[in-house]
């Protein structure tokens, strides 16, 4: 998988997002889900996720909580710069985030229409002392489980296709197109040629219309050998 930014500059977005996280909630006493809609109603949540050397690994949290909040017209008095980091749950929670969207390339926006903060810190207790993939899989399952509309049918609404045009324009079986839709049959174990016909119909990725990363896909066939 190839993602926005290099491995080598990940560390210093996983703590710059931690240090917000904290920042944010135990210095300003902010809600980490109204800090993440302004992180992201801002603009600086789609440079971050880019790779922007300014926002991974240019600034620091504190840095970055007081440019957001500044830019969307607050006039709070900031606390005091943080300095010193004791690694409470939020930290945790920005730093995990960071990686998670590295890893799985979803966008900011994406994922808060899926998972809140509160949710994230909710997995604290259990996950914090657990690898990061352990935490990227444990998300991936809890959006699957959200019945939220497969990433087929979302490519197909984003290009104004019905059904029955996207079936004839990819050559596919509609009964078929509809069953991926709904889950009936599964997408991940479609013939590649449906894939890519698909996803040529569709003009994105063949990773964009399975139902979940290719980082879980090598894990189960690990599973399975």
């Not at 197909?156 to 079986?173: D, F, H, M, T």
């Not at 013939?191 to 879980?216: N, P, Q, V």
Request: hydrophobic share 35%; with cysteine; net charge negative.
């Amino acid at each position: 998988m190839i993602h926005a930014y290099d491995n080598q500059y990940l560390d210093d977005a996983m703590k710059c997002l931690g240090e917000a996280m904290d920042y944010a909630a135990n210095s300003c006493g902010m809600n980490m889900d109204t800090f993440l809609e302004l992180f992201i109603g801002t603009g600086y949540a789609e440079q971050f996720a880019a790779g922007v050397p300014k926002y991974v690994s240019g600034v620091s949290g504190t840095e970055l909580v007081m440019d957001v909040l500044i830019r969307s017209g607050s006039d709070m008095d900031f606390p005091p710069v943080q300095v010193d980091y004791d690694y409470p749950p939020q930290y945790w929670c920005g730093w995990i985030l960071a990686y998670y969207q590295w890893y799985t390339e979803r966008s900011f926006k994406e994922i808060q229409k899926h998972i809140s903060m509160e949710e994230i810190e909710r997995l604290y207790p259990t996950l914090h002392e657990a690898s990061k993939e352990k935490f990227v899989d444990t998300v991936n399952r809890m959006i699957r489980k959200k019945n939220l509309p497969t990433r087929l049918q979302t490519q197909r609404k984003i290009s104004g296709y019905s059904q029955r045009e996207l079936a004839e324009k990819a050559g596919v079986n509609l009964r078929t197109l509809q069953q991926y839709e709904i889950r009936a049959k599964d997408i991940n174990k479609a013939a590649g040629i449906t894939l890519l016909s698909l996803a040529k119909a569709l003009g994105c990725r063949i990773e964009d219309l399975l139902e979940y990363d290719s980082g879980e896909i090598k894990e189960e066939d690990e599973k399975g050998s």
